[in-house]
């Protein structure tokens, strides 16, 4: 079965920086585009950045343009997100996506939380 497992969130202060990582299963990974979503409270989910399998393309969310990068590892089966210049709005869950043979599939989410 199809999981996702999230990692690397943290506390940090605004400007700081995070990695995320998802590690995936069940699935050919290297085939299928891969997806970071994001859910501050009282929000809904939105997506924050995607990348294409096998990583030629790459997309992003205006608000994190220029300060995010989403890149994967097909060898390990990861997908990673870099978050440079975090400012409090960037707080939420976030969570890895993929979409596999016409289903949503989620991880656990980890939480990153900015703030001094």
């Known amino acids: 079965q199809v999981q996702l497992v999230e990692s690397g969130g943290g506390l940090v202060q605004p400007g700081g920086s995070l990695r995320l990582s998802c590690s995936a299963s069940?699935?050919?990974?290297?085939?299928?585009?891969m997806s970071w979503y994001r859910q501050a409270p009282g929000k809904e989910r939105e997506l924050v950045a995607s990348?294409?399998?096998?990583?030629?393309?790459?997309s992003y969310a205006d608000s994190v343009k220029g300060r995010f990068t989403i890149s994967r590892d097909d060898a390990k089966k990861m997908v990673f997100l870099q978050m440079n210049s975090l400012k409090a709005e960037d707080t939420g869950v976030y969570y890895c996506?993929?979409?596999?043979?016409?289903?949503?599939?989620w991880g656990q989410g980890t939480q990153v939380t900015v703030s001094s």
């Open positions: 990348i294409t399998g096998p990583g030629t393309f790459t």
């Open positions: 069940g699935f050919t990974f290297r085939k299928y585009p």
């Open positions: 996506n993929t979409f596999f043979r016409a289903s949503n599939y």
